[in-house]
């Protein structure tokens, strides 16, 4: 399932819209998820309102979808860009995809374990895929790639 159809899957739930009536300058600001060996995948989406100055975050794992309360967030200068969903035309399959590409050519003796994915729009790169590796040797990788086009900024 694309990112789309999971958004489409928080929003249009109970959950959301009991939320969007209380909070309703609410707007979708990342993706995240964690994968490793189990491939369990729990996502979390977080919404900023900016009335609040809080994030609100609603997690999926096995269809069920949960709500955080609302939490402090990490923002430069006072800016939390909103993600663009029409222009992300890489999925995170196709991201990770690249990143393994950069893996095999430049680092291609670590062993990874786990992988911190995050979709979100930053200043300096814009829209990207934000993936962090973690080896067994407890490497830390990170490598961005771009949302719209797929290639490997950082």
């Known amino acids: ?39 369990i995948e729990e996502w979390d989406f977080g919404y900023y309102s900016k009335k609040l100055d809080r ?37 995170k399959e196709k991201a990770l995809e690249h990143v393994q590409e950069v893996v ?7 062993s990874l374990m786990n992988a911190i994915v995050l979709l979100q729009n930053i200043k300096d790169f814009g829209q990207i895929w934000n993936v962090t590796l973690t080896t067994h040797t407890f490497h830390v990788l990170n490598i961005k790639v771009n949302a719209a086009t ?5």
């Open 55 to 91: 994030i609100i975050v609603f997690k999926l794992m096995n269809e069920e979808i949960t709500v955080l309360p609302p939490q402090e967030v990490f923002k430069e200068k006072g800016v939390v860009r909103k993600l663009a969903l029409d222009t992300v035309k890489i999925s």
């Open 1 to 39: 399932m694309d990112c789309k159809d999971l958004i489409t899957k928080i929003e249009s739930s109970p959950l959301f819209k009991n939320t969007i009536k209380t909070t309703p300058d609410l707007y979708i600001v990342h993706i995240f998820t964690i994968m490793d060996a189990q491939k």
């Open 104 to 110: 095999k050519k430049n680092y291609s003796a670590e």
């Open 150 to 154: 797929g290639v490997v900024i950082k």
